[in-house]
């Protein structure tokens, strides 16, 4: 290490030598391993584009079992709903853990005007709930469920983008890292799949959706001479080349005709590899999710979508009137805490307020006995302080006989 400085105007002789800060990255290694981390992701979609596969392809275990066969016997939703998938993933002593927010009923409509409010609502409450813990007096531990990806399943109609898709994408890129999805890309033809996403670009570029892209600027500030960095930066501009990525998902495995079981779908042709770069963009997501953006996604809700969200508020509420602002920026009062029509959360909402009632009644009744005990005890007391006196009575007429009889 060079250490420089200067002292009254004069230079410090500079040298080499070693103070030990360069052990700071293995102190806050044992730190973080420690205490692990947290992470949470929605799927957005239309229903039946495979985001429950995709979610259990990606995770390589079952974390939500596909309700495909009970919803062909139910009726069409009429709200989105809110489900919350909760995960601890453990990898090399390290603790990850994963909420996944999914959709259900999102553009099954025939009428779909607003269906996107019930997402960005949530967004926004975690947002709020975060902003109020925050403000607490006591903040050692805070529930922090504020979305840091939002993966956006595309149809692939080969054709463009829908109102519904633009409408949704353009809302959601200013509170979350929006990523585009083009979900089962096996439907389209090589050719189809370059146009297609071509047309997707341009869309997104000239409705100015914000999405995710990995950052460059910190490759490019390092030392580029060492591969490992170059390497980096390679990395990141086939990912960002790669969007919007095209998936196929699928819990199975098939022979792919080398002897060697692969994760894919069969068709009369051939297999579909969903982790073969030349099939899907498969590798290339979970890498940006899991493997090398993890900790951007998490630092970019924070330092960005977070801050502004707290910024608008805070202006909002000291400037004490709202200024007209757009169906796609942040609210800048408080979100109205308004009941869910989740069944699930009504169900737990009944549940404590049952608990709530029973815990109330049990201290009523506590109080109640003790009430009734207090009552008894002074009954008694009374009692035996009418005997005392009683006795007192007497004995004080004892003395009075004895005196007369004295005399």
Same mark, same amino acid.
């Given at each position: 290490m060079t250490i420089e400085a200067e002292s009254m105007g004069a230079p410090v002789a500079s040298g080499v030598q070693t103070i030990g800060i360069s052990n700071l990255p293995n102190q806050r290694y044992k730190i973080v391993s420690e205490r692990g981390g947290s992470f949470t992701m929605m799927v957005c979609g239309e229903s039946g584009l495979g985001k429950t596969t995709f979610i259990n392809t990606l995770f390589q275990t079952t974390l939500k079992h596909s309700d495909f066969q009970q919803r062909r016997h139910l009726p069409i939703k009429r709200t989105v709903e809110i489900d919350i998938i909760r995960a601890l993933l453990e990898e090399k002593n390290f603790n990850l853990r994963v909420n996944v927010i999914d959709t259900p009923g999102f553009g099954d409509n025939v009428n779909n005007n607003k269906s996107w409010q019930s997402i960005i609502d949530f967004i926004d409450d975690q947002h709020d709930s975060f902003m109020r813990q925050e403000q607490q007096p006591y903040r050692d531990v805070k529930f922090d469920l504020r979305v840091h990806a939002v993966l956006y399943f595309i149809r692939p109609t080969g054709h463009g983008l829908k109102p519904l898709d633009i409408e949704t994408m353009k809302r959601i890129s200013t509170r979350a890292n929006l990523i585009p999805v083009i979900a089962k890309s096996d439907t389209l033809t090589a050719q189809e799949l370059t146009a297609f996403k071509l047309r997707i670009r341009q869309v997104i570029e000239?409705? /100015?959706?914000?999405?995710?892209?990995?950052?460059? /600027?910190?490759?490019?500030?390092?030392?580029?001479?060492? $591969?490992?960095?170059?390497?980096?930066?390679? @990395?990141?501009?086939?990912?960002?080349?790669?969007?919007?990525?095209?998936?196929?998902?699928?819990? !199975? !495995?098939?022979? *792919?005709?080398?002897?060697?079981?692969?994760?894919?779908?069969?068709?009369?042709?051939?297999?579909?590899?969903?982790?073969?770069?030349? @099939?899907?963009?498969?590798?290339?997501?979970?890498?940006?999710?899991?493997?090398? $953006?993890?900790?951007? #996604?998490?630092?970019?809700?924070? /330092?960005?979508?977070?801050?502004? +969200?707290?910024?608008?508020? #805070?202006?909002? *509420? =000291?400037?004490?009137?709202?200024? =007209? $602002?757009?169906?796609?920026?942040?609210?800048?009062?408080?979100?109205?805490?308004?009941? =869910? @029509?989740?069944?699930? +959360? !009504?169900?737990?909402?009944?549940?404590?307020? !049952?608990?709530?009632?029973?815990?109330?009644?049990? /201290?009523?009744?506590?109080?109640?006995?003790?009430?009734?005990?207090?009552? $008894?005890?002074?009954?008694?007391?009374?009692?035996?302080?009418?005997?005392?006196?009683?006795?007192?009575?007497?004995?004080?007429?004892?003395?009075?006989?004895?005196?007369?009889?004295?005399?």
């Open positions: 000239a409705q /100015e959706i914000r999405i995710f892209t990995p950052p460059l /600027e910190r490759e490019r500030e390092s030392d580029l001479n060492s $591969n490992q960095d170059l390497a980096a930066m390679e @990395h990141a501009r086939q990912l960002i080349e790669s969007m919007p990525f095209a998936i196929i998902g699928s819990e !199975k !495995k098939f022979d *792919n005709g080398q002897g060697k079981q692969v994760i894919g779908r069969r068709y009369p042709w051939g297999v579909v590899e969903i982790e073969n770069d030349n @099939h899907c963009d498969f590798r290339k997501l979970r890498s940006l999710l899991l493997r090398t $953006n993890l900790l951007d #996604l998490i630092l970019t809700t924070q /330092e960005l979508h977070y801050e502004t +969200y707290r910024r608008l508020r #805070l202006e909002g *509420n =000291s400037s004490g009137t709202e200024e =007209s $602002n757009s169906s796609s920026t942040v609210p800048l009062r408080a979100p109205a805490r308004k009941l =869910s @029509h989740n069944p699930k +959360y !009504k169900e737990e909402e009944n549940a404590l307020k !049952k608990y709530f009632t029973d815990q109330v009644k049990a /201290e009523e009744q506590r109080f109640r006995q003790w009430e009734q005990n207090i009552v $008894n005890e002074r009954i008694r007391l009374n009692g035996d302080l009418e005997e005392i006196q009683n006795k007192v009575k007497r004995l004080d007429e004892q003395v009075k006989s004895l005196q007369l009889k004295k005399r």
